[in-house]
């Protein structure tokens, strides 16, 4: 059966984590839910040429920044070897568990992926849900796996290897924004309201929030550019990284792999 919708959580939008992506990250999340080809694990196709048709003027290339911003952030994963991609709490945030065939559909879906990156954590998703017959299925696909430090089937945050510190912002190694006070453009810096720093306001007519905004309108062509731009160069210096040479992981014994922390990528490139 073809996945029909996506379900979103409301509480998502008090998720930390989930609020440092970019509008356009969001968004890609959102789209990949909602995809016919979903499995019941959670697993896809990775076709981004397909995806960017889904918006008028997105391209390949941007769904693919969007989605190694995803991916930093554990979101969701891909492996272009097998041209795979794999929403990691989709099995925890959809209905999967509650229904018994769905069930077992997701553990003969987990059982055909190729990619060996998406199975040890689709693994880990599945002993994650604390069900036997799930359990046997993830040390079936992964026999081997890494220690990982304990967290509730309940929740929603991302699982981090202690390893690992992601900095602010989108995607690894770079630190992006559209919303810096900081930032100029044309010579101008981005203007900042002493009553609402956080650009939270309901007020209307609050004159510092209607200047930001007004900045935002007629700078925000500029500003995607360079999110773009930025997002571009830290997918470079990854690919480049000397550890883990673009994959994200990195062997440390048999059948045994740990998420690249890409100690030598700058946070100021």
Same mark, same amino acid.
């Given at each position: 059966?073809?996945?029909?919708?996506?379900?979103?959580?409301?509480?998502?939008?008090?998720?930390?984590?989930?609020?440092?992506?970019?509008? @356009?990250?969001?968004?890609? =999340?959102?789209?990949?839910?909602?995809?016919?080809?979903?499995?019941?694990?959670?697993?896809?196709?990775?076709?981004?040429?397909?995806?960017?048709?889904?918006?008028?003027?997105?391209?390949?290339?941007?769904?693919?920044?969007?989605?190694?911003?995803?991916?930093?952030?554990?979101?969701?994963? =891909?492996?272009?070897?097998?041209?795979?991609?794999?929403?990691?709490? =989709?099995?925890?945030?959809?209905?999967?568990?509650?229904?018994?065939?769905?069930?077992?559909?997701?553990?003969?879906?987990?059982?055909?992926?190729?990619?060996?990156?998406?199975?040890?954590?689709?693994?880990?998703?599945?002993?994650?849900?604390?069900?036997?017959?799930?359990?046997? +299925?993830?040390?079936?696909?992964?026999?081997?796996?890494?220690?990982?430090?304990?967290?509730?089937?309940?929740?929603?945050?991302?699982?981090?290897?202690?390893?690992?510190?992601?900095?602010?912002?989108?995607?690894?190694?770079?630190?992006?924004?559209?919303?810096?006070?900081?930032? +100029?453009?044309?010579?101008?810096?981005?203007?900042?309201?002493?009553?609402?720093?956080?650009?939270?306001?309901?007020?209307?007519?609050?004159?510092?929030?209607?200047?930001?905004?007004?900045?935002?309108?007629?700078?925000?062509?500029?500003?995607?550019?360079?999110?773009?731009?930025?997002?571009?160069?830290?997918?470079?210096?990854?690919?480049?990284?000397?550890?883990?040479? @673009?994959?994200?992981?990195?062997?440390?014994?048999?059948?045994?792999?740990?998420?690249?922390?890409?100690?030598?990528?700058?946070?100021?490139?």
């Amino acid at each position: 059966m073809a996945n029909a919708a996506g379900l979103i959580h409301e509480s998502i939008w008090r998720n930390p984590e989930w609020r440092h992506l970019s509008r @356009g990250a969001q968004a890609l =999340y959102m789209q990949l839910l909602s995809q016919k080809e979903v499995d019941c694990a959670g697993v896809l196709p990775l076709q981004p040429a397909k995806w960017a048709k889904g918006c008028n003027g997105m391209t390949a290339e941007q769904i693919m920044a969007d989605l190694d911003e995803l991916q930093a952030h554990r979101f969701v994963f =891909y492996d272009v070897d097998t041209d795979e991609a794999f929403i990691r709490t =989709y099995i925890r945030n959809s209905n999967v568990m509650k229904v018994p065939n769905m069930r077992k559909s997701a553990r003969r879906a987990a059982a055909l992926v190729g990619s060996p990156i998406i199975r040890a954590i689709l693994a880990d998703e599945l002993r994650a849900t604390e069900d036997p017959d799930c359990a046997a +299925t993830a040390d079936e696909i992964d026999p081997n796996p890494v220690p990982k430090p304990g967290r509730s089937k309940q929740s929603s945050e991302p699982l981090r290897n202690p390893s690992v510190t992601l900095p602010e912002g989108s995607g690894v190694g770079v630190g992006v924004g559209v919303t810096q006070v900081s930032r +100029t453009k044309g010579g101008s810096a981005r203007p900042n309201c002493s009553k609402h720093p956080d650009g939270n306001s309901e007020e209307a007519n609050c004159r510092g929030c209607m200047k930001r905004r007004q900045w935002d309108e007629a700078h925000a062509a500029e500003l995607e550019a360079d999110e773009l731009e930025a997002k571009r160069r830290a997918r470079a210096l990854i690919a480049n990284c000397p550890d883990c040479h @673009g994959t994200n992981t990195i062997e440390v014994g048999d059948n045994m792999a740990r998420k690249c922390d890409h100690p030598r990528v700058s946070s100021h490139a």
